[in-house]
């Protein structure tokens, strides 16, 4: 398995419209895709840090490639105060 994470400023306010989004056909429908799971910081509700599973390397680039990721990408960053910290990886545990 493959995925990112992402450490993220979530505009005051656009919390609900954040989950809006997540919840959508566009988000949670994509080839390859595992699972999202989103966590808000205790320290800070606006800060955020999101992982991203893909079944495998190949999957997430080819959806990080895709102009449907681009414009799921562009409507996502309106939400946050600036572009998302993104840290990309292999899966080594749980193994599969």
Same mark, same amino acid.
Request: hydrophobic share 40%; no cysteine; proline share 7%.
């Given at each position: 398995?493959?995925? !990112? /994470?992402? $450490? %993220?400023?979530?505009? &005051?306010?656009?919390?609900?419209?954040?989950?809006?989004?997540?919840?959508? @056909?566009?988000?949670?429908?994509?080839?390859?895709?595992?699972?999202? !799971? /989103?966590? $808000? %910081?205790?320290?800070? &509700?606006?800060?955020?840090?999101?992982?991203?599973?893909?079944?495998?390397? @190949?999957?997430?680039?080819?959806?990080?490639?895709?102009?449907?990721?681009?414009?799921?990408?562009?409507?996502?960053?309106?939400?946050?105060?600036?572009?998302?910290?993104?840290?990309?990886?292999?899966?080594?545990?749980?193994?599969?």
């Amino acid at each position: 398995m493959y995925g !990112t /994470v992402a $450490k %993220m400023r979530i505009k &005051p306010g656009m919390e609900q419209k954040m989950r809006e989004l997540a919840a959508s @056909d566009g988000m949670t429908k994509i080839p390859g895709l595992v699972g999202t !799971t /989103v966590y $808000k %910081m205790d320290a800070d &509700p606006n800060e955020f840090i999101m992982a991203v599973v893909f079944t495998d390397k @190949d999957a997430y680039v080819k959806n990080a490639n895709s102009p449907e990721q681009n414009a799921r990408y562009e409507d996502f960053v309106a939400l946050l105060e600036g572009p998302p910290e993104w840290n990309d990886g292999e899966i080594v545990f749980p193994e599969k």
